[in-house]
């Protein structure tokens, strides 16, 4: 059985996350610059055995692609592009900011970490995960 990654797509950064081994636990990776996301998942999954990429869909309240959609669907066409064989899904993302926000307080953590963008956004991916790893889209997945 292969991990899943998540990835929280952003214009300048994407947090990353991955199950482990038996899809138990999800856990933030890294946050890399977005215009460097391809050769990282390329990388990561010439290393690791992925079975399948989750991608954070933005959506407004009402259910609706946002705005920065118009952003992720080219960036993820051609990761798509550049691995033909990885199923990539998009689950709903919404609210998983103000999730990793809620958490770092949670945790304890100081004013200017919780400043840290790149920490908001690997927690978020996680988060993503974590939400997708329950889900019934999960549960039919058959992967």
Same mark, same amino acid.
């Given at each position: 059985?292969? !991990? #899943?990654? @998540?990835?929280?797509?952003?214009?300048?950064?994407?947090?990353?996350?991955?199950?482990?081994?038996? !899809? #138990?636990? @999800?856990?933030?990776?890294?946050?890399?610059?977005?215009?460097?996301?391809i050769d990282f998942v390329r990388d990561y999954c010439s290393r690791e055995s992925v079975d399948m990429i989750v991608v954070g869909e933005p959506r407004d309240m009402?259910?609706?692609?946002?705005e920065s959609t118009r952003y992720l669907k080219p960036a993820i066409d051609r990761l798509a592009k550049a691995m033909p064989d990885m199923k990539i899904v998009f689950?709903?993302?919404?609210?998983?900011?103000?999730?990793a926000h809620q958490a770092m307080l949670d945790g304890g953590l100081r004013k200017?970490?919780?400043?840290?963008?790149?920490?908001?956004?690997?927690?978020?991916?996680?988060?993503?995960?974590?939400?997708?790893?329950?889900?019934?889209a999960y549960r039919e997945s058959n992967i």
């Open positions: 059985m292969g !991990r #899943i990654l @998540a990835i929280d797509f952003g214009r300048r950064r994407c947090g990353l996350a991955a199950t482990d081994s038996l !899809r #138990i636990v @999800a856990s933030g990776l890294t946050t890399v610059a977005t215009a460097s996301l009402h259910g609706n692609p946002s689950f709903d993302e919404r609210f998983t900011s103000v999730l200017m970490a919780r400043r840290d963008k790149a920490l908001v956004d690997e927690m978020s991916a996680t988060i993503i995960l974590n939400d997708f790893l329950g889900s019934r």
